[in-house]
């Protein structure tokens, strides 16, 4: 008789990665500043783009994008073929390690930065490589360089980083593309791209013109504030495009997303407007916090991070008793999205009082 076994055999590879934990959900009474998410609600005209598709959901979605494809291309002037969509940028980038890392290759990135990088490279059957942060929670591109070896294929450079909102100016990022071997893809990853408002820190849509190894990966879940519908996409050159249409999920984009997207895109300068504001409360909590005595460097993000070490569990209670969740790294800090001006104040007023207490 053939032995049974416990269920069925899974990749061994899955073992290191963490199972998926939900974000604690903010109460009815507290502010969710925990998961850089845009606080405003949808725009009128976006809203109506989603309604309008929702019509249609017993249909698939365009499997090819077409119409948002387009209309980013537009937008950023580059070609149509330089464009791939995915479910999130978060989709994108797993299909960006798909094309080009498998069992045995390296895929490598700063540590602490986006806490998936690690899981999308083991979930192909790659080698995460993480290289720490410098001092002032940079990357350390000097380390990341010696760090490449022949098993390298992806390097992933979060700028401006999450989450520590620390951003690469053009310069030292220049020289670091320049230093990286041609075969082996660099994507800047800039989730965070509208909110920089430091104007060394260059655009990667620049950088990747005459780069055919350097891709820049944005998302709409950001600024943009369609989190929710799952919705980011690459610029890079044909062959880094074409491969992701091959690795991502077919129809993973749904139409509603798509047609939000476009409309989005459309709203930019109502949508930009809040970003705006979220920039200049990102300037008030960070004075703020350093008025109370804290430590905070300049953040390019809708995020500020406070190196709290071994406190940082008890802050992150202290802070949701006050009625705000943040986002806690154990042992290393806590990220603080910038939300409504209400739950910023809870925020600070929270702050305050724990910097009272040590
Ligand atoms: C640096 C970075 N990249 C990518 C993402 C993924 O965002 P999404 O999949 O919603 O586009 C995030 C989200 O937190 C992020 O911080």
Known sequence: MVQREHGPRLRPSLDGIPSYKPGKPAGVDSFKLSSNENPYPPLPGVLEAAVAAAGDFNRYPDMGVGALTAEIAQRFGVPVEHVATGTGSV????????????????????????????????????????????????????????????????????????????????????????????????????????????EDVPDGIELYRDRPNVCVLRTFSKAYGLAGLRVGFAIGHEQVATALRKTAVPFGVSQLAQDAAV???????????????????????????????????????????????????????????????????????????????????????????????I
């Open 91 to 198: 989709g994108v980038a797993q299909s960006l390690v798909l094309a080009t890392a498998a069992e045995g290759d390296e895929v490598m990135f700063a540590w602490r930065s986006f806490e998936a990088y690690p899981i999308i490279t083991q979930i192909a059957g790659a080698t995460p490589v993480p290289v720490p942060l410098t001092a002032d929670e940079g990357h350390d591109l000097d380390a990341m360089l010696a760090a490449i070896t022949d098993r390298t294929r992806l390097i992933f450079v979060c700028n401006p980083n999450n989450p520590t909102g620390a951003a690469l100016h053009r310069e030292e990022l220049v020289r670091f593309l320049d230093a990286v071997p041609a075969h082996i893809l660099v994507v800047l990853d800039e989730a965070y791209r509208e909110f920089i408002r430091d």
């Open 263 to 357: 409309a989005s895109l459309r709203a930019e300068d109502a949508l930009l407007e809040r970003v705006e504001a979220l920039v200049a409360e990102r300037t008030r909590v960070t004075a703020a916090l350093r008025a109370q005595g804290w430590t905070v460097g300049d953040s390019e993000a809708n995020f500020v991070w406070l190196r709290l070490g071994e406190r940082t569990l008890d802050f992150a209670a202290a802070c949701g008793e006050a009625g705000v969740v943040v986002r806690p790294f154990p042992g290393e800090g806590v990220r603080i999205s910038i939300g409504e001006v209400e739950g910023n104040d809870l925020f600070l007023t929270a702050a305050e009082a724990f910097r009272k207490e």
